[in-house]
């Protein structure tokens, strides 16, 4: 298997331009994450899909975060407008099964925002 | 409160020592317990887990888990100058299965 896929490995975007960041999960897994990393705060969870629904996204940081998974094998993570404290490593993770099992993350998304 | 919490470090080790990782949570109801390595640059990765109290032993790695005292460590032996990196804790709980992960330990190990 490929691996969790993410696109675009890199981006620099001005401040106030949309940013839309891409997620393919291992075939197979339920479940999908999406994490934020900075050295302030760490890994951060912003949402996460069940067999595509929602589940949970209390860490989304504000509205001009939202999230997608119109099928098994496709996410997406838009910030609109952005900003320059959006500035971050982006993961997407997936995991197998319900029962605490192992998350398997993508090589992440590099977000500068200027 | 953090979900989870570590010392960011770093902990600096000369190399063939053991280092010890150490890692505290605070939901009583975490049932599964990790430990991912973050080199510089690059995703972090799973290294071990355990469920249950007691030591869970992988090669040169030993996990332990005291779940009364909600407590979680990692023992690298006969440590490696490769094993440089960021040593991340999480928990989960399986109703939830939310990660929540510390912010990790930075590893030096000197040759």
């Known amino acids: 298997d490929a691996g969790v896929i993410q696109s675009p490995r890199h981006e620099v975007t001005e401040m106030g331009q949309e940013v839309t960041l891409r997620c393919k999960p291992i075939s197979g897994h339920d479940y999908l994450f999406w994490y934020r990393q900075t050295m302030m705060r760490g890994l951060e969870l912003l949402i996460y899909f069940n067999n595509n629904v929602p589940i949970d996204d209390s860490g989304m940081p504000e509205d001009r975060f939202s999230a997608k998974m119109p099928n098994a094998s496709f996410s997406t993570l838009k910030i609109q407008p952005s900003e320059p404290r959006d500035s971050a490593v982006y993961f997407c993770?997936?995991?197998?099964?319900?029962?605490?099992?192992?998350?398997?993350f993508g090589e992440g998304s590099r977000l500068t925002v200027l | 409160q953090k979900e989870v919490e570590q010392n960011s470090g770093p902990l600096s080790v000369p190399e063939g020592a053991i280092a010890s990782l150490n890692c505290t949570y605070s939901?009583?109801?975490?049932?599964?317990f990790f430990w991912y390595r973050q080199y510089s640059g690059k995703s972090p990765e799973l290294i071990m887990f355990i469920y249950s109290n007691g030591d869970k032993e992988d090669g040169r790695f030993t996990a332990q888990l005291n779940k009364a005292s909600q407590y979680v460590s990692l023992l690298i032996r006969d440590s490696q100058p490769s094993d440089s990196a960021t040593y991340l804790c999480?928990?989960?709980?399986?109703?939830?299965?939310?990660?929540?992960f510390g912010s990790g330990t930075k590893l030096n190990v000197k040759p």
């Open positions: 993770a997936s995991s197998p099964d319900r029962g605490g099992g192992e998350l398997f």
């Open positions: 939901d009583r109801g975490s049932q599964s």
């Open positions: 999480a928990v989960n709980r399986y109703n939830f299965n939310k990660f929540y």
